[in-house]
Structure formats: C-alpha cells, structure tokens
T-cell receptor
Framework: AQKITQTQPGMFVQEKEAVTLDCTYD???????LFWYKQPSSGEMIFLIY??????QNATEGRYSLNFQKARKSANLVISASQLGDSAMYFC?????????????FGAGTRLAVHP | DAGVIQSPRHEVTEMGQEVTLRCKPI?????LFWYRQTMMRGLELLIY????????DSGMPEDRFSAKMPNASFSTLKIQPSEPRDSAVYFC??????????????FGQGTRLTVV
C-alpha cells in the first residue's frame, strides 16, 4: 500500500506567488514524522521542513510552512513568495515510530516550475 | 562537518561487472540509508542500518545486491553482477536519534551508475 501520496506530478507558479504542494500519508502509528525535501536539477537532496505527529503547531521555516491536518492525514507544503530558484522536485517523506530508528520513505515527488 | 560522503560520483561499467558504491555517514549518526532513484520508480529505499546493524533490507531488489556496514563510519553497496537495469542514481543518507524523536536524514551527493 502506498504510504506517501503526492498527487501532483507537476505544478507551476508565477514568481512571487504562493504555491501549495500536496502530500497525504497512511499510517496507524501514533508517533511519526513528516518531512519535505527539495531536489534541484543538480541532484542533491535538501531537507526543508519537519512536522512531528504530536506537534501542536504547523511547522514553519522561512518561506516554507507545512499545513498539517492530522485527521485528514495530509501534510501540504506551502511556499510563499516563490522565487525562480524554487524550481525543483519536491518530495514528501515519513518516518513512523519514535526514537528516530525507523526507515524514511518517500512519495513520488512533485516537479515545481516557477515562471518569471 | 563534511556531510555524507559518497564515492564514486559517477560510475560507468559493463554488464556483468561488480560495482561497489561507498558511503561515509556524518560522524555520530546512528542510522544509514541506501536509496535508488530512477525516473520510473522514484526514490526507493533499498536498506537501512541502525547502529551498524541491517534492520530492513526488504527493498533490496534481488540477490545481486548486498550492503554492509562494518563500522559506524563506512558502508558499501555492492552489485554483482551488474545489469543495465541497475542504472540509476544511488543515494546514501544518515540521521541521528539523539533528539529522541524522528529526525531528518542528510543525503550524500549520490552516485550516478551507468551499466552498459
């Protein structure tokens, strides 16, 4: 069964606009972590933001914020004030269980194109 | 810290040859992951180690693939014999459980493997 689902293969946004990248997940474990990574065309994987299942508030990191809706099992990434350098693949990922000793699995990714 | 170091960055080999990919995790990290990335299958988790012990190798495609972690600072992924369908980018990532909760993984630059 697909644990992480990213339904948008590709998205585009106008520079300086906000964009939301969707992610839904499936787990029966009450303790889990959700992550977003960026992969630019150069290929490296860059960690962006983390949300814990017990966190009361949505995570934010600069222009990145995570819209965490636990009941819906969704963890959408919001990028505000898009920049040309935001054009990349974006991956949602999840670790189940506590202690950090658990595997990290990824969704299929969404390719974001920022237009000037 | 130098980050996760993978070698080689690029490898071109002939079908049937043995290929060994190497990874040095971030010092102090407890968990190490090997991923394979292709256009068709995305980011697949092949195997992960905790404290040098393989925990889950269910993602290893077949017996031609093997991975070892002889100590906390070194891991190898070996393919023997290699086949053209093994052509992909192989990532190594490491993470720490020091925070006691789920933690992000830091990725190496990847090894681009081409089997001809």
């Amino acid at each position: 069964a697909q644990k992480i689902t990213q339904t948008q293969p590709g998205m585009f946004v106008q520079e300086k606009e906000a964009v939301t990248l969707d992610c839904t997940y499936d787990t029966s474990d009450p303790s889990y972590g959700l992550f977003w990574y960026k992969q630019p065309s150069s290929g490296e994987m860059i960690f962006l933001i983390y949300q814990g299942s017990y966190d009361q508030q949505n995570a934010t990191e600069g222009r990145y914020s995570l819209n965490f809706q636990k009941a819906r099992k969704s963890a959408n990434l919001v990028i505000s004030a898009s920049q040309l350098g935001d054009s990349a693949m974006y991956f949602c990922a999840m670790r189940e269980g506590s202690g950090g000793y658990n595997k990290l699995i990824f969704g299929a990714g969404t390719r974001l194109a920022v237009h000037p | 810290d130098a980050g996760v170091i993978q070698s080689p960055r690029h490898e071109v080999t002939e079908m049937g040859q043995e290929v060994t990919l190497r990874c040095k995790p971030i010092s102090g990290h407890n968990s190490l992951f090997w991923y394979r990335q292709t256009m068709m299958r995305g980011l697949e988790l092949l195997i992960y180690f905790n404290n040098n012990v393989p925990i889950d190798d269910s993602g290893m495609p077949e017996d031609r693939f093997s991975a070892k972690m002889p100590n906390a600072s070194f891991s190898t992924l070996k393919i023997q014999p290699s086949e053209p369908r093994d052509s992909a980018v192989y990532f190594c990532a490491s993470s720490s459980a020091d925070r006691g909760t789920n933690t992000e993984a830091f990725f190496g630059q990847g090894t681009r493997l081409t089997v001809v």
